[in-house]
C-alpha cells in the first residue's frame, strides 16, 4: 500500500500542493481536468476525518505584469477555484487571500476536520519560483504533513514543490494519489514498457521535441512523427513542402535524429501524404499531396489517408503507446481527421490490451474533443512535466519526496 493510502490523516491538516493553474477566461474555468484530478486526493483525507490545506500557483503574475502594466495580481486569483471547487465538494471551500501572513495562518491554525482551506497564488512571491528557504519554511508551517499531488508542476524546482519538503520528516512527506498515478504510468512507459513501444510524437516545431525523441531512441521500437514538425525532416531530406511549417535552423538536427534511429534499429516513421491548404484557415480550400510534392503556395495541415493507414497498422500493433502532439491543426474541422484516426486507434490498440499514456496540452485536448479520454490508459495531467519526465530528467517535485 503507497505511505498516502496507508497514512491515517486523522486529526490532521495535510498541506497539499495541487496544480489548479487551470485555464480561466473572464472568471470562468473552462477546463476543470487538473481540479477533477486532485479529488481523490483530498477526499481521502477528509474521510480520515483531516483537514486540507490547498496550494497552488496560477500563470505567471509577476512576469505578465512586468510585460503588460495594466494587469494587476487581481487578474491572477485562485479565488474563483475556491467556488468552483465548493461546487464540486459540495462543502464550502475557506479562502486566504495571501500565502503566507496574517490570513493564511489563522485560517489554517483553526481549521477543523472536514474543512478544506484554498491559499492564494503562490506566485505572487518572487520567493516561490526563486525556491526561497524561507518562504517555504513559512508555507510548511501551515500542515502537519506534507503532500505533493501537482505532478504537472513536478518539472519546476520551486519553494512548494521542492525546497518544502526538507521540513518533513520522511513519514510526513508524500506523493497524493494523483502524483502516485502519474508517475506509476509514466514508469510503466518509460521503464517497464512491453514491446512493441510505438511513440507518436506530434506538435509544430521540432526544437521543443528533440529530447524526448532522443531518449525514446533507446527505449521505443517505433517512433511515429506526425504535426507541422514533420515537415523540417522532409526539407532536410531534400523534400519539396510548399509554405509547411519548417525549422530551417534544425534540418542539420532532423538529420542527426534520422541517422541515430536507424543506428539504433529505431523506425521513425514520418507521414507519407498530407491534406494541404492554400492558406491557415478554417475556411482554406484543401486537398492531398505526397508530403514531399507540397505545391508551392500550399502549406499541410494534416496527415493524409495513406498516413493514417500506415500509423493505424503500427499502433495496432503496439503494446505500449505513448502519445504526445497533435497529427494537425485538429482546432479546424477539416484538418482534424488524421488526430482523430490516431486517437481512435490509440483507443482500439487500448481495447486489445495496449498500455497507453496520453500527455501534453494538445493531445489532451485531441483525445477529450474526439471523446476518447475514458478509452485509453492514461491521461496525463502534466505538460512541460511529461515532456520533461520523457527526456529522461529527474523531476524535482518527484525527487524532493523520494530524498
Ligand atoms: C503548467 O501548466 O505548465 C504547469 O502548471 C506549470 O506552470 P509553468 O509552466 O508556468 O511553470
Ligand atoms: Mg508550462
Redesign the pocket.
Known amino acids: 500500500m503507497s505511505t498516502f493510502s496507508s497514512h491515517n490523516f486523522a486529526g490532521q491538516r495535510a498541506l497539499i500542493r495541487v ?1 489548479f ?1 487551470v485555464p480561466i477566461k473572464n472568471g470562468t474555468i473552462t477546463d476543470d481536468t ?1 481540479i477533477r484530478a486532485a479529488l481523490p486526493t483530498i477526499n481521502k483525507v477528509l474521510a480520515d476525518g483531516g483537514s486540507v490545506v490547498l496550494m ?5 503574475p509577476l512576469k505578465d505584469i512586468e510585460k503588460k502594466p495594466h494587469l494587476t495580481l487581481a487578474d491572477f486569483s485562485l479565488k474563483p477555484v475556491a467556488a468552483y471547487l465548493s461546487g464540486m465538494l459540495d462543502s464550502d471551500v475557506q479562502f486566504a487571500d495571501d500565502c503566507i501572513s496574517g490570513d493564511a495562518v489563522t485560517k489554517a491554525a483553526s481549521l477543523q476536520p472536514g474543512q478544506i482551506l484554498l491559499l492564494e497564488n503562490l ?1 505572487y512571491y518572487k520567493q516561490e ?1 526563486k525556491g526561497d528557504k524561507d518562504f517555504a519554511e513559512k508555507l510548511s508551517k501551515l500542515g502537519d504533513v506534507y503532500v505533493n499531488d ?1 505532478f ?2 513536478a ?2 524546482a ?1 519553494a512548494s514543490t521542492e525546497v518544502i519538503a526538507q521540513f518533513f520528516p520522511g513519514d510526513k512527506k508524500m506523493f497524493g494519489l494523483l502524483m502516485e498515478g502519474e508517475v506509476k504510468a509514466a514508469e510503466q512507459v518509460l521503464h517497464n514498457n512491453q514491446k512493441p513501444f510505438t511513440a507518436i510524437i506530434g506538435g509544430a516545431k521540432v526544437s521543443d521535441k528533440i529530447l524526448i525523441i532522443e531518449n525514446l531512441l533507446d527505449r521505443a521500437t517505433d517512433i511515429i512523427i506526425g504535426g507541422g514538425m514533420a515537415y523540417t525532416f522532409f526539407k532536410a531530406e531534400g523534400g519539396q513542402i510548399g509554405n509547411s511549417l519548417c525549422e530551417d535552423d534544425r534540418l542539420d538536427t532532423a538529420l542527426e535524429l534520422l541517422k541515430k534511429a536507424q543506428d539504433k534499429g529505431v523506425c521513425i516513421h514520418l507521414p507519407a501524404d498530407s491534406i494541404i491548404a492554400d492558406k491557415f484557415a478554417a475556411d482554406a480550400q484543401s486537398s492531398s499531396a505526397l508530403s514531399v510534392e507540397v505545391p508551392e503556395g500550399w502549406m499541410a495541415l494534416d496527415i493524409g489517408q495513406m498516413a493514417i493507414e500506415q500509423f493505424k497498422k503500427i499502433i495496432g500493433e503496439s503494446k505500449t503507446i505513448l502519445w504526445n502532439g497533435p497529427m494537425g491543426v485538429f482546432e479546424m474541422d477539416k484538418f482534424q481527421h488524421g488526430t482523430r484516426a490516431i486517437a481512435e486507434a490509440v483507443a482500439d490498440a487500448t481495447a486489445k490490451g495496449a498500455f497507453s499514456l496520453v500527455g501534453g ?1 494538445d493531445s489532451v485536448a485531441a483525445v477529450n474533443k474526439f471523446g476518447y479520454a475514458d478509452k485509453v490508459s492514461y491521461v496525463s495531467t ?4 511529461l515532456l520533461e519526465y520523457f527526456e529522461g530528467k529527474e523531476l524535482p517535485g518527484i525527487a524532493a519526496i523520494k530524498a
Open positions: 496544480d493553474n487538473r497552488s500557483h496560477w500563470g505567471r506566485r519560483e501537482a504537472g508542476t518539472h519546476r520551486h496540452g502534466g505538460g512541460g512535466a
